[in-house]
């Protein structure tokens, strides 16, 4: 498979971002400290209060810097207008080699057990996961910031096997760290309403290097203290109200397939609050449909005929279950 940007380091853009977060860190209402082994931890919104600016920033980091994020209202859900808008034109880099959380990190046994799925651009220089044996893309940095789903820092011995993994000393890692109950949480994972597009479209063997342009949008999602009911309504933000535009190459045919097989409507477990299901899985999130986790609404746009193709549609009593 090509790659969209052979030559850019995405930990290097990324970089940029996360200096630009700890030197306004009273601004962005995080916490920023070193870590035992000398690595950087950013708590947005643990200990620390964090802020939906603080997300929208965590989100571009966790792209690479490859992909813009923006809050700004939005007609099409009236009683949450605050959506977010995203797009990148390298998606496939930005959103598989960096956005998804595709890291599982753990460690530790009993009360000292830790568990978080990482996302960014440390993720393209470890290439742990099976994702890359697909994507052409590898980074060459002498950093690495990773963005962990998570209420705490990793603990030593998993920052020394991230490093070791990433080539660099840990002096030279960035964790962020933000809970899904945060504002900056919220803002970061729903963020994610273009990736869980690409995402799928591997799942259904669209060729990666087709998809050459892509945008979506998704409302921003209230906050809840209760770690369910705040998963359930980021992945709800995205299953029932998330809206994405593709643009690919190749023939009208394949766009269209793409575009009818795309939304979050055509899995079984569609039609019901994700934190419902997820109770009614008893927990077990691989047991749940993965066609699930798309957008509600999609548009693919074949670019050599100039056709487009829509499918989907917004379900806003299923968005207010959830949120309210």
């Given at each position: 498979?090509?790659?969209?940007?052979?030559?850019i380091?995405?930990?290097?853009?990324?970089?940029?971002?996360?200096?630009?977060?700890?030197?306004?860190?009273?601004?962005?209402?995080?916490?920023?400290?070193?870590?035992?082994?000398?690595?950087?931890?950013?708590?947005?919104?643990?200990?620390?209060?964090?802020?939906?600016?603080?997300?929208l920033?965590?989100?571009?980091?966790?792209?690479?810097?490859?992909?813009?994020?923006?809050?700004?209202?939005?007609?099409?859900?009236?009683?949450?207008?605050?959506?977010?808008?995203?797009?990148?034109?390298?998606?496939?880099?930005?959103?598989?080699?960096?956005?998804?959380?595709?890291?599982?990190?753990?460690?530790?046994?009993?009360?000292?057990?830790?568990?978080?799925?990482?996302?960014?651009?440390?993720?393209?220089?470890?290439?742990?996961?099976?994702?890359?044996?697909?994507?052409?893309?590898?980074?060459?940095?002498?950093?690495?910031?990773?963005?962990?789903?998570a209420?705490?820092?990793p603990?030593?011995?998993?920052?020394?096997?991230?490093?070791?993994?990433?080539?660099?000393?840990?002096?030279?890692?960035?964790?962020?760290?933000?809970?899904?109950?945060?504002?900056?949480?919220?803002?970061?994972?729903?963020?994610?309403?273009?990736?869980?597009?690409?995402?799928?479209?591997?799942?259904?063997?669209?060729?990666?290097?087709?998809?050459?342009?892509?945008?979506?949008?998704?409302?921003?999602?209230?906050?809840?203290?209760?770690?369910?009911?705040?998963?359930?309504?980021?992945?709800?933000?995205?299953?029932?109200?998330?809206?994405?535009?593709?643009?690919?190459?190749?023939?009208?045919?394949?766009?269209?397939?793409?575009?009818?097989?795309?939304?979050?409507?055509?899995?079984?477990?569609?039609?019901?609050?994700?934190?419902?299901?997820?109770?009614?899985?008893?927990?077990?999130?691989?047991?749940?449909?993965?066609?699930?986790?798309?957008?509600a609404q999609?548009?693919?746009?074949?670019?050599?005929?100039?056709?487009?193709?829509?499918?989907?549609?917004?379900?806003?009593?299923?968005?207010?279950?959830?949120?309210?």
């Open positions: 498979m090509t790659t969209d940007v052979p030559s380091s995405l930990n290097a853009r990324a970089a940029v971002l996360v200096d630009k977060l700890k030197s306004a860190r009273a601004e962005f209402k995080v916490g920023v400290s070193a870590g035992e082994l000398g690595e950087t931890l950013i708590d947005a919104g643990a200990k620390q209060r964090g802020s939906v600016a603080a997300g920033l965590i989100a571009e980091i966790c792209m690479g810097g490859l992909g813009t994020v923006e809050i700004a209202a939005s007609s099409d859900t009236p009683r949450w207008p605050w959506t977010l808008m995203v797009r990148s034109s390298n998606p496939v880099t930005a959103c598989l080699a960096s956005q998804y959380a595709g890291w599982r990190l753990s460690g530790g046994e009993g009360k000292q057990a830790y568990f978080a799925l990482a996302s960014g651009p440390g993720r393209a220089l470890a290439r742990k996961e099976k994702l890359f044996e697909e994507l052409a893309y590898q980074d060459h940095a002498e950093s690495a910031t990773l963005v962990l789903e209420n705490g820092p603990p030593p011995g998993i920052v020394q096997k991230v490093a070791q993994d990433c080539g660099i000393t840990p002096d030279r890692l960035s964790f962020i760290y933000t809970p899904t109950q945060s504002l900056a949480g919220a803002v970061q994972i729903v963020a994610r309403v273009l990736e869980v597009a690409l995402h799928k479209a591997h799942e259904l063997h669209f060729p990666l290097d087709r998809i050459v342009e892509g945008m979506g949008a998704a409302p921003l999602s209230p906050p809840h203290p209760d770690m369910i009911t705040a998963m359930g309504r980021t992945n709800d933000a995205i299953i029932y109200a998330g809206r994405t535009h593709l643009f690919v190459t190749g023939a009208a045919a394949d766009a269209r397939a793409l575009a009818e097989k795309l939304p979050s409507t055509t899995s079984r477990d569609y039609g019901e609050p994700f934190a419902q299901v997820f109770k009614r899985f008893k927990g077990d999130f691989y047991a749940i449909d993965p066609m699930l986790f798309s957008p999609v548009s693919v746009t074949a670019i050599e005929s100039g056709q487009t193709f829509h499918s989907g549609h917004i379900d806003l009593k299923l968005l207010d279950a959830s949120f309210t």
